[in-house]
Nanobody
């Protein structure tokens, strides 16, 4: 299984970004049966959960509620993270996670 994350970049406070993670090497039944998640790691901090999908249930970190939305596309084998109302403290490398595998990370920088 390989995970390829994309969509990061530089955005101004209040802006939006959409991250996408394409997962290859997984058959559909395995992809749909297992959890998918987005995590992030800011400089000098531990990696933390942003959002995940477990058995069809969406879970969000407190800081993500109301601003971020996680979704999956089973046909395309992708997991997406729509991030709105971004704040400077959202600056971090964002990683997707599936079956104990991590994507390479995509950098999100929120700055004016």
């Amino acid at each position: 299984v390989q995970l390829q994350a994309s969509g990061g970049g530089l955005v101004q406070p209040g802006g939006s970004l959409r991250l996408s993670c394409r997962i290859s090497g997984s058959i559909l039944s395995v992809f749909t049966a297992n959890s998918l998640g987005w995590y992030r790691q800011a400089p000098g901090k531990q990696r933390e959960l942003v959002a995940r999908i477990i058995a069809g249930t969406l879970e969000y970190a407190e800081f993500a509620k109301g601003r971020f939305a996680i979704s999956r596309d089973n046909h395309k084998r992708t997991v997406n993270l729509q991030m709105n109302s971004l704040k400077p403290e959202d600056t971090a490398v964002y990683y997707c996670h599936f079956l104990n595998e991590w994507g390479q990370g995509t950098l999100v920088t929120v700055s004016s």
